[in-house]
């Protein structure tokens, strides 16, 4: 559930397409951009 409401936040244009299409993988993604702003 935590990972559909960060895609969501994150891709506010198409909330329905990267949470049906890509809800794991796309959470993968926003965490690794996370790690990498954060360095």
């Known amino acids: ?3 559909e409401q ?3 936040k994150t891709h ?3 909330p329905k397409f990267y949470s049906g299409y890509m809800s794991e993988v796309e ?3 926003s965490i ?8």
Do not use: G
């Not at 690794?32 to 360095?39: A, F, K, P, S």
């Open 1 to 3: 559930m935590k990972r």
């Open 32 to 39: 690794l951009r996370d790690y990498n702003l954060v360095i």
């Open 12 to 14: 506010k244009d198409n």
């Open 6 to 8: 960060m895609t969501n």
């Open 27 to 29: 959470a993968l993604f």
